[in-house]
T-cell receptor, first 112, second 114 residues
């Protein structure tokens, strides 16, 4: 079945540092890929998505590229801010199934 | 517009009690999902509705779990004879499309079984 493996956390960075959170997946067919973010005390919300190979999703300075050859969708940001502190979830949704499959989440803490 | 809402936000139940969790999706969203999220883990799929039809209930952990969406809008997740292992956050999400689209999540209901 489908699965998502995320880089284990927690991750602690200083403000303005470079961020990478690794995500790899296993799926049948050609899934859509997502990064969701959960800020403290809030619900899950979509950060970015990509629906086909080589697509790049981007939002709020975050980027991730759909790499079919390596089955990866790594999240990157060039300069993190304290306000980026949150839990980040990688997820996929197969084209023949409604549900999404999530990774276990990576907690990011950014210190000033 | 209004997002996905869930009620109650917190529920404490004694072991053996029945509970009902409600989800109000975004108006017009065809798809509705229920997930269970244990502490420190990602959401785990429970069940999926397309309008009023329950198309996938493969994630329901036992026959004590039951979900319905009778008019294709509001959904209720019912857990009978709650057990301690049912303690988790229950998330509802809705989506405009049938599949492969982004999901909009509610704030969740935190269920604690004592």
């Amino acid at each position: 079945g489908d699965s998502v493996t995320q880089m284990e956390g927690p991750v602690t960075l200083s403000e303005e540092a470079f961020l990478t959170i690794n995500c790899t997946y296993t799926a049948t067919g050609y899934p859509s890929l997502f990064w969701y973010v959960q800020y403290p005390g809030e619900g899950l919300q979509l950060l970015l998505k990509a629906t086909k190979a080589d697509d790049k999703g981007s939002n709020k300075g975050f980027e991730a590229t759909y790499r079919k050859e390596t089955t990866s969708f790594h999240l990157e940001k060039g300069s993190v801010q304290v306000s980026d502190s949150a839990v980040y979830f990688c997820a996929l949704s197969s084209t023949n199934a409604g549900k999404s499959t999530f990774g276990d989440g990576t907690t990011l803490t950014v210190k000033p | 517009g209004a997002g996905v809402s869930q009620s109650p936000r917190y529920k404490v139940a004694k072991r053996g009690q029945d509970v009902a969790l409600r989800c109000d999706p975004i108006s017009g969203h065809v798809s509705l999902f229920w997930y269970q999220q244990a502490l420190g883990q990602g959401p785990e799929f429970l069940t999926y509705f397309q309008n009023e039809a329950q198309l996938d209930k493969s994630g329901l952990p036992s026959d004590r779990f039951f979900a319905e969406r009778p008019e294709g809008s509001v959904s209720t997740l019912k857990i009978q004879r709650t057990q301690q292992e049912d303690s988790a956050v229950y998330l509802c999400a809705s989506s405009l499309a049938v599949w492969g689209d982004e999901q909009y999540f509610g704030p969740g209901t935190r269920l604690t079984v004592t």
